[in-house]
């Protein structure tokens, strides 16, 4: 079956503003980055015990929504759902922009963006990431040339097998960046092996809920309006992946008190961690995951309000991950008690800066003008919808 599609024609008042809210936060983002790399990252919340902060949190779940961001594409092309075809050039431009958004947030926060190119010239085969500068990379690649063969129809029957390299290359991003922390030994609470699966799952979730949040904007944009049967299958498997996101949360934590060395870690940010609890429970558990699968199995027609929410309870668990793992005393040295005025031993503090705020905003901004820029120029958005079973 060949994919028809139209280009984006955007009504003009609704447009504008967006596009000047836009360029006002990549703007922003583009001025926090020059602050913090003629000043330094002095001037952010960031610290000695704390450095990765805000613009992570923001470039880690832009990039996990990436691969999620194509869950769509892939129960198309692979599992052959038909209902699902028409939407997968935009949930493979999507999958582009979202990653593009997150990995500008990285480079623009490291310092000497320049230097970005030794890391790619000299690889080192033993540092993951190494090895996720190549999966990043072929990732646009792969994901590329399958939005390619969805377009033209004469490579339409390329798609299937695209298809299926871009869901198994997805699944290896997303597993790289979860090892990332996995294989952080130093760190209490990043050092597991159900991080990886953690990743998958959140990503699975988050990427979801991002694609029906911009499949809703294009539609009030001047898009074509999915019906009710199509959000509604789209919702109850976004219920579905935020329940699984979720469980591997539970079973990280499940991890961490079954063995005596690491029930601190566990403690601290389920009970003891002043705002990160809170943070957990009040943030992924509760708006993140239980109103989100309320909405989509118990009322009609909240497919909306219930990604956003499940979007807002993927940031936190990241950040409750990240930060708040970072914020927990580390222990230095095994069997003895540590005190200093530098602050070892002690739990970390971390307030985010305006500059942090502003520099992760723009990666959202930017792969938001990529999707709306793809739109126009190319026929991603179908013509019609067709009839979708209940």
Same mark, same amino acid.
């Given at each position: 079956?060949?994919?028809?599609?139209?280009?984006?024609?955007?009504?003009?008042?609704?447009?504008?503003?967006?596009?000047?809210?836009?360029?006002?936060?990549? %703007?922003?983002?583009?001025?926090?980055?020059?602050?913090?790399?003629?000043?330094?990252?002095?001037?952010?919340?960031?610290?000695?015990?704390?450095? =990765?902060?805000?613009?992570?949190?923001?470039?880690?779940?832009?990039?996990?929504?990436?691969?999620?961001?194509?869950?769509?594409?892939?129960?198309?092309?692979?599992?052959?759902?038909?209902?699902?075809?028409?939407?997968?050039?935009?949930?493979? @431009?999507?999958?582009?922009a979202l990653l593009a958004g997150g990995l500008a947030?990285?480079?623009?926060?490291?310092?000497?963006?320049?230097?970005?190119?030794?890391?790619? *010239?000299?690889?080192?085969?033993?540092?993951i990431f190494a090895w996720n500068i190549l999966l990043?990379?072929?990732?646009?690649?792969?994901?590329?040339?399958?939005? =390619?063969?969805?377009?033209?129809?004469?490579?339409?029957?390329?798609?299937?097998? /695209?298809?299926?390299?871009?869901?198994?290359?997805?699944?290896? &991003?997303?597993?790289?960046?979860?090892?990332?922390?996995?294989?952080?030994?130093?760190?209490?609470?990043?050092?597991?092996?159900?991080?990886?699966?953690l990743f998958v799952a959140a990503s699975l979730a988050?990427?979801? /809920?991002?694609?029906?949040?911009?499949?809703?904007?294009?539609?009030?944009?001047?898009?074509?309006?999915?019906?009710?049967?199509?959000?509604?299958?789209?919702?109850?498997?976004?219920?579905? &992946?935020?329940?699984?996101?979720?469980?591997?949360?539970?079973?990280?934590?499940?991890?961490?008190?079954?063995?005596?060395?690491?029930?601190?870690?566990?403690?601290?940010? *389920?009970?003891?961690?002043?705002?990160?609890?809170?943070?957990?429970?009040?943030?992924?558990?509760? @708006? $993140?995951?239980?109103?989100?699968? =309320? *909405?989509?199995?118990?009322?009609?027609?909240?497919?909306?309000?219930? /990604?956003?929410?499940?979007? *807002? $309870?993927?940031?936190?668990?990241?950040?409750?991950?990240?930060?708040? %793992?970072? /914020?927990?005393?580390?222990?230095?040295?095994?069997?003895?008690? &540590?005190?200093?005025?530098?602050?070892?031993?002690?739990?970390?503090?971390?307030?985010?800066?305006?500059?942090?705020?502003?520099?992760?905003?723009?990666?959202?901004?930017?792969?938001?003008?990529?999707?709306?820029?793809?739109?126009?120029?190319?026929?991603?958005?179908?013509?019609?919808?067709?009839?979708?079973?209940?």
């Amino acid at each position: 079956m060949a994919i028809s599609g139209v280009t984006l024609v955007p009504s003009a008042s609704r447009t504008w503003p967006l596009l000047g809210l836009l360029g006002v936060l990549l %703007g922003g983002g583009l001025a926090s980055a020059w602050t913090m790399e003629t000043q330094g990252h002095h001037i952010t919340g960031m610290n000695n015990h704390i450095v =990765w902060g805000l613009p992570h949190v923001c470039a880690i779940f832009l990039i996990v929504a990436a691969s999620g961001a194509l869950n769509v594409a892939s129960v198309a092309s692979v599992f052959g759902v038909e209902s699902y075809k028409k939407l997968s050039p935009l949930s493979a @431009l999507a999958a582009i922009a979202l990653l593009a958004g997150g990995l500008a947030v990285l480079v623009l926060d490291l310092g000497r963006p320049d230097r970005l190119v030794v890391a790619i *010239l000299h690889q080192n085969p033993f540092s993951i990431f190494a090895w996720n500068i190549l999966l990043y990379t072929g990732f646009v690649a792969v994901v590329g040339v399958y939005l =390619w063969t969805m377009l033209v129809r004469r490579q339409n029957r390329h798609t299937r097998t /695209a298809g299926v390299v871009a869901l198994v290359w997805r699944l290896v &991003l997303t597993t790289g960046t979860g090892s990332i922390f996995g294989f952080l030994a130093g760190r209490e609470a990043f050092h597991s092996a159900v991080m990886a699966p953690l990743f998958v799952a959140a990503s699975l979730a988050n990427g979801l /809920a991002v694609f029906i949040l911009v499949l809703a904007g294009l539609a009030v944009l001047g898009g074509p309006v999915p019906d009710a049967a199509l959000r509604r299958r789209l919702g109850r498997l976004l219920g579905i &992946l935020a329940a699984a996101s979720l469980y591997f949360a539970l079973v990280l934590h499940l991890t961490w008190l079954y063995a005596p060395d690491s029930r601190a870690v566990s403690r601290f940010l *389920l009970l003891e961690g002043g705002a990160w609890p809170v943070l957990f429970w009040g943030g992924q558990v509760l @708006l $993140g995951t239980a109103v989100p699968l =309320w *909405l989509l199995f118990r009322r009609e027609g909240r497919e909306v309000a219930a /990604a956003t929410l499940v979007a *807002l $309870g993927g940031l936190v668990q990241i950040a409750v991950l990240l930060i708040g %793992g970072q /914020a927990f005393p580390r222990t230095i040295l095994p069997g003895w008690q &540590l005190h200093s005025t530098f602050g070892d031993g002690g739990a970390a503090t971390y307030v985010p800066s305006l500059p942090e705020a502003l520099l992760g905003a723009s990666g959202f901004a930017i792969a938001l003008l990529l999707v709306l820029l793809g739109c126009r120029l190319l026929r991603i958005l179908p013509d019609r919808f067709a009839e979708v079973p209940a």
